[in-house]
């Protein structure tokens, strides 16, 4: 039962990594989310990387399967807009050609395979008399989906799978250590009868210029 809930451990990394993507509180994993070093969270909509409204697009929702491939578009539009501080291009075209993340929420599955993967859009959500092919396929977009049960509103968020800075990072100070003492190991634990185990890491976290990833925000 001890190894059982150690295997927890595992998840670790993931745990906090969506605790930083959301910017919620959880008293279990990091004290306070980071800022990036440009001094703001992970998404912000104010003018950052060259672009007036930042890595935050207004999104349309995810009732339609058109809204999300329009959503997914303007994202992309807008890696293509970020510009260093010398007014150049953030992102050269191998590095968006590299292919992109989607994370979403499960309960959003079907609409996002529709939107990425269904070779043949249904008639009913084209709006048309006959079934559009999809344009992401058709421009060869190369997209990995991300659904999740962490993520548990219509928000969702692309992350470029080449950008050469990782929005978000890991530092391992300390590897993870698992000291345990049995009656078989121990003579404190044969003579007490009580056995343990314990599981220990040192690690940090943290947020590198975020130009990299965009949300969706609806």
């Known amino acids: ?3 059982q809930a150690g295997a927890n451990w595992a998840t670790l990394v993931e745990r906090i ?15 306070a989310v980071p800022n990036a070093p440009d001094g703001v969270a992970l998404f912000s909509g104010a003018a950052r990387f060259g672009a007036a409204a930042g890595n935050v697009v207004a999104g349309a929702g995810v009732a339609a399967t058109a809204a999300v491939q329009d959503d ?15 007014g150049q291009p953030l992102h050269q075209p191998e590095i968006i050609d590299g292919g992109a993340v989607v994370i979403f929420g499960a309960g959003n599955l079907e609409v996002f395979q529709k939107a990425f993967l269904q070779r043949m859009i249904s008639t009913a959500e084209a709006g048309a008399a006959h079934a559009p092919s999809n344009i992401i396929m058709d421009a060869a977009f190369k997209v990995e989906l991300w659904p ?8 969702w968020y692309v992350f ?14 300390q ?44």
Do not use: C, H
């Open 148 to 155: 999740t049960q962490r993520i548990t509103d219509n928000d």
């Open 17 to 31: 990594f969506f605790q930083i993507l959301t910017g919620v509180a959880d008293a279990e994993l990091l004290p």
């Open 72 to 86: 997914f578009y303007r994202s992309m539009q807008r890696f293509i807009q970020f510009q260093d501080t010398e």
């Open 1 to 3: 039962q001890a190894r």
């Open 175 to 218: 590897p993870l250590e698992v000291p345990e003492k049995t009656m078989d190991t121990s003579d404190s634990a044969a003579s007490t009868k009580e056995e343990y185990i314990q599981w220990d890491s040192r690690e940090g976290y943290g947020i590198a210029l975020p130009y990299g990833a965009i949300q969706i925000n609806n």
């Open 160 to 173: 470029l799978k080449d950008s050469p800075k990782k929005p978000v990072f890991q530092q391992l100070r």
